[in-house]
């Protein structure tokens, strides 16, 4: 790319001796992109070009993350919405189970959208204990980038686990043991008894997936702390060895979290939710498939724009640090 801004400000000559030399000069530091550019003029040309490609560049960043932030926006209140409507409701005796799938189908989605932060999140903790060398973008927007995804996670967590809690619980259903028809047949049931057996059975299902889940991140959590603390044992550069305790410090946080979190599914209480109609569930039923489309596309569009939203970081880091070398490489000697 620079050796074409070059070309265009009138610096190579054709030559292709001169087009190979400053290839090399592209990643050979500051005094050999000075030397390649010998003359005052030339040097003021190349570092408005350079300065040009860094303000383009970075300007192409801050576009991306304005659609990525507009974007999430849209996503983040849509989910919010579902999520404040299944906290409320439940099955009636008619409802045939529906309310109790939306909410499975509402977590499920959530924890697929985990799984992205997820990995996310994993590649930026391999770039933060990394040297600075080989890493493609500074330490302080991995952090931030690392920062607002684990906000997110928590986010996410948090709203699987209303949803979990607005689950028929256990004790609930010790009200409808005795919930027969007593007038005719004791030992004929009712519909509601039905209801609420199958209810509180799906619903153990779905609580006991969830803490599988969290377990499963706990053991994962637990892994990478003891990689961590291997790979402090073997690293002697001061500014590495912080970067290390320090995401061991998040990781061991985040461990006594999600034991936390496991807890307050095994003692929830009996949530406080209205049971709709048949046909009210129906309705909702339908609205929310409708929403889960839109959530899905626009997901897909918000994937898409991280990635581009990463190799856009990656190039205005790349065309600032040139910009710096080259500044760097040309400054006066102010050496007495």
Same mark, same amino acid.
């Given at each position: 790319?620079?050796?074409?801004?070059?070309?265009?400000?009138?610096?190579?000559?054709?030559?292709?001796?001169?087009?190979?030399?400053?290839?090399?000069?592209?990643?050979?530091?500051?005094?050999?992109?000075?030397?390649?550019?010998?003359?005052?003029?030339?040097?003021?040309?190349?570092?408005?070009?350079?300065?040009?490609?860094?303000?383009?560049? $970075?300007?192409?960043?801050?576009?991306?993350?304005?659609?990525?932030?507009?974007?999430?926006?849209?996503?983040?209140?849509?989910?919010?919405?579902?999520?404040?409507?299944?906290?409320?409701?439940?099955?009636?005796?008619?409802?045939?189970?529906?309310?109790?799938?939306?909410?499975?189908?509402?977590?499920?989605?959530?924890?697929?959208?985990?799984?992205?932060?997820?990995?996310?999140?994993?590649?930026?903790?391999?770039?933060?204990?990394?040297?600075?060398?080989?890493?493609?973008?500074?330490?302080?927007?991995?952090?931030?980038?690392?920062?607002?995804?684990?906000?997110?996670?928590?986010?996410?967590?948090?709203?699987?686990?209303?949803?979990?809690?607005?689950?028929?619980?256990?004790?609930?259903?010790?009200?409808?043991?005795?919930?027969?028809?007593?007038?005719?047949?004791?030992?004929?049931?009712?519909?509601?008894?039905?209801?609420?057996?199958?209810?509180?059975?799906?619903?153990?299902?779905?609580?006991?997936?969830?803490? $599988?889940?969290?377990?499963?991140?706990?053991?994962? $959590?637990?892994?990478?702390?003891?990689?961590?603390?291997?790979?402090?044992?073997?690293?002697?550069?001061?500014?590495?060895?912080?970067?290390?305790?320090?995401?061991?410090?998040?990781?061991?946080?985040?461990?006594?979290?999600?034991?936390?979190?496991?807890?307050?599914?095994?003692?929830?209480?009996?949530?406080?939710?209205?049971?709709?109609?048949?046909?009210?569930?129906?309705?909702?039923?339908?609205?929310?498939?409708?929403?889960?489309?839109?959530?899905?596309?626009?997901?897909?569009?918000? $994937?898409?724009?991280?990635?581009?939203?990463?190799?856009?970081?990656?190039?205005?880091?790349?065309?600032?640090?040139?910009?710096?070398?080259?500044?760097?490489?040309?400054?006066?000697?102010?050496?007495?």
């Amino acid at each position: 790319m620079w050796v074409v801004a070059i070309a265009l400000a009138g610096l190579l000559k054709g030559d292709v001796a001169v087009a190979a030399e400053a290839e090399t000069n592209r990643t050979a530091g500051p005094v050999a992109v000075a030397t390649g550019v010998a003359d005052a003029a030339g040097r003021r040309q190349y570092a408005d070009v350079l300065a040009a490609e860094a303000a383009k560049s $970075q300007e192409r960043l801050d576009a991306i993350s304005q659609q990525l932030r507009t974007l999430d926006g849209d996503i983040e209140s849509r989910l919010d919405r579902i999520v404040k409507l299944l906290s409320t409701i439940k099955d009636s005796t008619d409802s045939k189970g529906r309310v109790r799938r939306a909410k499975d189908k509402a977590i499920e989605g959530l924890k697929k959208s985990i799984a992205y932060y997820v990995r996310e999140r994993d590649m930026r903790d391999k770039a933060l204990v990394a040297s600075d060398a080989n890493v493609a973008v500074s330490k302080e927007a991995l952090a931030k980038d690392a920062k607002v995804i684990d906000t997110r996670i928590e986010k996410r967590i948090g709203q699987i686990s209303t949803l979990a809690k607005s689950l028929t619980q256990n004790e609930e259903f010790n009200q409808y043991e005795r919930y027969r028809n007593d007038e005719y047949d004791y030992d004929t049931e009712t519909k509601e008894f039905h209801r609420f057996e199958k209810d509180v059975s799906g619903s153990a299902k779905i609580k006991s997936e969830l803490i $599988q889940d969290l377990k499963a991140g706990i053991d994962k $959590q637990t892994r990478e702390v003891e990689s961590l603390k291997q790979m402090l044992t073997t690293t002697t550069e001061p500014k590495r060895q912080e970067q290390i305790k320090s995401q061991i410090e998040a990781k061991e946080e985040l461990i006594a979290d999600r034991r936390q979190q496991a807890e307050d599914l095994l003692s929830a209480n009996a949530p406080s939710t209205k049971p709709v109609s048949s046909k009210g569930a129906f309705e909702i039923d339908k609205l929310l498939a409708e929403m889960t489309l839109d959530l899905q596309s626009d997901f897909r569009k918000f $994937q898409q724009l991280v990635s581009e939203r990463n190799e856009a970081q990656k190039r205005a880091q790349s065309n600032q640090d040139r910009l710096q070398r080259f500044r760097a490489g040309t400054a006066p000697d102010t050496t007495p």
